[in-house]
């Protein structure tokens, strides 16, 4: 009788510890009231009068501007600005920390406690999903899903796939030549990258990821800045390789983005039926038009220094200034033909980086409004993110403030609409966070 009051004696000591670490996770109220606030609903250029919003059972059950009866906690927003959950559509949970060297050689364990230290942190500045275009992200996604780990919810594609000397591909010359069937390389068996260098390989490769979990299924189209021996002007996979791919995920009721910059690449891919561009930094005029007559989403990013590339060496930071300068370009071209445009950051190896997320955000206003470039993180990602059909880990209506919607939710102490640079400093003006109707910070809590 003793050991058995001994042990719940234990549980409730763990319980008040983990409640003590994380009290977004003890937060149970059945629901959350926000009181006098004015929305940003994710589409609209401009804000609504005074509101009052009440989040119940993860979703957001009523917005009105009348009162709103209802029992649990309520939240003054005070006259704040209330909007979506942040969404950043090319994203590597695993991959933005830690060094090249760290995630080819380094300890598995400790790779995966720092990238769910990146996860809790990337939440934090509020990005509430995030689109995972290669990585071994299953594990860290079920943990944030299980609430062991503070995370944004994960769109995981898995293992990025690629060819034989193609981006993704490090592997070392010594290790050459490749045995088709034979030993895995390091990187292919944590789940980092997967060569594959025939049809029926990319078929395996692509339908191993969608058995894991993939949401979407992600191919490298063309070369790519952080791979050693993939120039950015290359093209690889051939048509029918890509095409096995697409046949794959389309089993799946799914879809597949490349990483492609270059004509070639893009072309090809939209030969073989992508429907997502990654980068497409060094699109010309005739692919641009294609992707907006074929409707193909371009996924890119507002890339304007080679900071991206400071852990790298002088040949790859070399190709990022060749991608940095075809910027301006791709969201010219982006806005003259009308291309549906998502945003992303694509950070890799470097936190500090990844504390500018909110930044990279913010720069889009070189291009577009700040209401354009808000509606382009909530609403137009979360349509982007719709695209996995069936295999959507995440039923339900993200990057919008709208009755039915999942309750990802930023109280902003400021109108980022008036001053998008609040985004920047989420840790000052993002007063509340909350993901799935749970509170995940609330500096206004007394």
């Not at 944004?152 to 981006?167: F, K, L, N, V």
């Amino acid at each position: 009788m003793s050991g058995l009051k001994a042990r719940a004696g234990l549980a409730a000591l763990l319980a008040t510890l983990l409640c003590s670490a994380w009290p977004a996770l003890a937060q149970q109220d059945s629901a959350v009231l926000f009181h006098n606030v004015r929305i940003f609903d994710g589409k609209n250029a401009a804000l609504s009068a005074a509101s009052n919003v009440l989040v119940r059972d993860r979703k957001i059950e009523k917005i009105s501007t009348g009162d709103i009866a209802a029992a649990g906690q309520m939240i003054d927003g005070g006259g704040r600005v209330l909007m979506p959950g942040l969404i950043d559509a090319h994203w590597h949970a695993m991959l933005v920390r830690p060094t090249p060297m760290a995630v080819l050689a380094g300890d598995i364990g400790y790779n995966n406690l720092l990238a769910a230290s990146e996860a809790t942190a990337t939440l934090m500045r509020g990005f509430t999903t995030v689109r995972d275009m290669g990585g071994p992200s299953f594990g860290l996604k079920r943990a944030i899903d299980e609430d062991l780990v503070a995370g944004p919810r994960i769109y995981p594609s898995g293992a990025m796939i690629t060819i034989t000397g193609g981006h993704g591909d490090f592997r070392q010359i010594a290790d050459l030549p490749r045995t088709i069937g034979g030993m895995l390389s390091r990187m292919e068996r944590i789940g980092g990258s997967m060569v594959a260098d025939s049809p029926d390989e990319v078929r395996v490769r692509a339908r191993e990821q969608l058995m894991q979990g993939a949401s979407q299924v992600k191919l490298t189209a063309g070369g790519g800045v952080a791979s050693p021996f993939s120039p950015l002007d290359v093209s690889t996979f051939t048509e029918p390789e890509l095409r096995a791919a697409v046949e794959a995920a389309d089993n799946w009721g799914t879809y597949v983005a490349t990483h492609a910059y270059t004509p070639v690449a893009i072309q090809r891919s939209i030969a073989a039926g992508v429907k997502c561009i990654e980068h497409g930094h060094l699109m010309d005029e005739a692919s641009a038009k294609l992707i907006a007559e074929k409707g193909i989403w371009l996924s890119t990013q507002p890339f304007l220094d080679i900071s991206g590339a400071a852990a790298l060496g002088p040949a790859e930071q070399d190709k990022m200034r060749q991608v940095v300068a075809g910027t301006d370009r791709v969201y010219a071209l982006a806005k003259k033909y009308g291309i549906k445009t998502a945003f992303g950051t694509d950070v890799l190896f470097s936190k500090a980086l990844a504390d500018k997320q909110g930044a990279m955000l913010a720069a889009l206003t070189r291009w577009y409004t700040p209401a354009e470039a808000l509606t382009m993180a909530t609403s137009t990602n979360a349509e982007l993110l719709s695209l996995s059909g069936p295999r959507n880990p995440y039923p339900g209506k993200l990057g919008v403030v709208e009755e039915g919607a999942l309750a990802d939710l930023l109280l902003v102490d400021g109108n980022p609409l008036d001053n998008i640079k609040l985004v920047e400093d989420p840790a000052k003006n993002f007063v509340v966070i909350m993901k799935g109707g749970k509170i995940y910070k609330n500096s206004l809590a007394h």
